[in-house]
T-cell receptor, first 111, second 117 residues
Framework: RKEVEQDPGPFNVPEGATVAFNCTYS??????FFWYRQDCRKEPKLLMS???SGNEDGRFTAQLNRASQYISLLIRDSKLSDSATYLC????????????FGSGTKLNVKP | GAGVSQSPSNKVTEKGKDVELRCDPI?????LYWYRQSLGQGLEFLIY????????KSGLPSDRFSAERTGGSVSTLTIQRTQQEDSAVYLC???????????????FGQGTRLTVV
């Protein structure tokens, strides 16, 4: 079983839509969680960390559900520039420097 | 530049040749990672270095792949006797390894696009 699993998509949404992605992780000892964004033919970059209490950064909201072992990313009022692949990343508690990446969820925001 | 630097940015090689890919991590970062990404696919973990500890090589796909990190800084990924299925983008990342919960961000280089013909 993969450490991190994501729906590959693509999610095709119109501008202004709200879209949500989920990601499940297999190791209950996972400690830290992140969402990275990867544009086409570019390197991944940190979008936001995910805190236990949930956190928001502008139009982006991240949630963590430890009981069900999933994290989510909600994007409100989608922009064309949000089109990218969103990667879910977890750090296990036994090695806070090791990152497990999901294979990514592709988002296409259409005019 | 303070970011992760990788070279070359593109490499075309003939099947059977050896290649070396280089990564300069962010100064002071103790953790260094190599990932591979095939076209349209997710990141595949290859190898991880943390300080002076023995590297985690569990992701290397075959014994044709090896990596070293000299002086806790620069890393070289070597692929011997390249095969066409080795064609991918090879991404290097580093992190500060502070251990602070929720703050250990990985910074990526722009990758080396390897094409084996």
């Amino acid at each position: 079983r993969k450490e991190v699993e994501q729906d590959p998509g693509p999610f095709n949404v119109p501008e202004g839509a709200t879209v949500a992605f989920n990601c499940t992780y297999s190791n209950s000892a996972s400690q830290s969680f992140f969402w990275y964004r990867q544009d086409c033919r570019k390197e991944p970059k940190l979008l936001m960390s995910v805190y236990s209490s949930g956190n928001e950064d502008g139009r982006f909201t991240a949630q963590l559900n430890r009981a069900s072992q999933y994290i989510s990313l909600l994007i409100r009022d989608s922009k064309l520039s949000d089109s990218a692949t969103y990667l879910c990343v977890v750090n296990p508690r036994y090695n806070f420097n090791k990152f497990y990446f999901g294979s990514g969820t592709k988002l296409n925001v259409k005019p | 530049g303070a970011g992760v630097s990788q070279s070359p940015s593109n490499k075309v090689t003939e099947k059977g040749k050896d290649v070396e890919l280089r990564c300069d991590p962010i100064s002071g970062h103790t953790a260094l990672y190599w990932y591979r990404q095939s076209l349209g696919q997710g990141l595949e973990f290859l190898i991880y270095f943390q300080g002076n500890s023995a590297p985690d090589k569990s992701g290397l796909p075959s014994d044709r792949f090896s990596a070293e990190r000299t002086g806790g800084s620069v890393s070289t990924l070597t692929i011997q006797r390249t095969q066409q299925e080795d064609s991918a983008v090879y991404l290097c990342a580093s992190s500060a390894g502070t251990g602070q919960i929720g703050t250990t961000e990985a910074f990526f280089g722009q990758g080396t696009r390897l094409t084996v013909v």
